[in-house]
């Protein structure tokens, strides 16, 4: 069964401190790895995707990473800030028939305290 | 602002009535997708159009919702008879094709409260 899991399930932590989200997952066939961000009571926006070739990302103070063998990514977060206080989505994609579908994971909510 | 929009952002009902949620994906993406989120989980699929024609319908899908979008531009959900389970964001996306890179962009959802 095509699953994402993710951990932890919630995070507090203090404004200027560097956090890690981390997700596993059971997917095939993997096809790539997304993470995105949502605000409360927003659609979800995207920070980053990633193919099984990649191994870390860079969006601004986020980073991904990928270990596809061990079906692992996480999601480091640098110098956080109090607008980084959102739920963060791990999303994979898989190969299905002639599309693609996405698997999501339940997210992290992270909340930065000043 | 030419993202995905929602409309209503908030609808309030009482069991039993029937609601309707539109879509307007951004121009000239010809997928659009909708999706449900409960309070603590990620998205879940329901369906998806690539231009006007339906492709795919999840489980989740009951005989109460229907989708349509006629003329492959904005696209409704319909809910009959609500039930207090139907409680949930309803989210809509859309993407530009579909290659395995596509990215899908979500709207910022429509929250329904089913008292």
């Known amino acids: 069964k095509n699953q994402v899991e993710q951990s932890p399930q919630s995070l507090i932590i203090l404004e200027g401190k560097n956090c890690t989200l981390q997700c596993n997952y059971t997917v095939s066939p993997f096809s790539n790895l997304r993470w995105y961000k949502q605000d409360t009571g927003r659609g979800p926006v995207s920070l980053t995707i990633m193919t099984f070739s990649e191994n870390t990302k860079s969006n601004r103070r986020y980073t991904a990473t990928l270990d596809a063998d061990t079906k692992q990514s996480s999601l480091h977060i640098t110098a956080s800030q109090l607008s980084d206080s959102a739920s963060y989505i791990c999303v994979v994609s898989a190969r299905q028939d002639s599309s693609y579908k996405l698997i999501f994971g339940s997210g992290t909510r992270l909340l930065v305290r000043p | 602002d030419t993202g995905v929009s929602q409309d209503p952002r908030h609808k309030i009902t009482k069991r039993g009535q029937n609601v309707t949620f539109r879509c307007d994906p951004i121009s000239e993406h010809n997928r659009l997708y909708w999706y449900r989120q409960t309070l603590g989980q990620g998205p879940e699929f329901l369906t998806y159009?690539?231009?006007?024609?339906?492709?795919?319908k999840s489980r989740l899908l009951s005989d109460r919702f229907s989708a349509e979008r006629p003329k492959g531009s904005f696209s409704t959900l319909e809910i009959q008879r609500t039930e207090q389970g139907d409680s949930a964001m309803y989210l809509c996306?859309?993407?530009?094709?579909?290659?395995?890179?596509?990215?899908?962009?979500f709207g910022p959802g429509t929250r329904l409260t089913v008292l």
């Open positions: 996306a859309s993407s530009p094709g579909t290659g395995a890179y596509n990215e899908q962009f």
């Open positions: 159009f690539q231009n006007e024609a339906q492709l795919e």
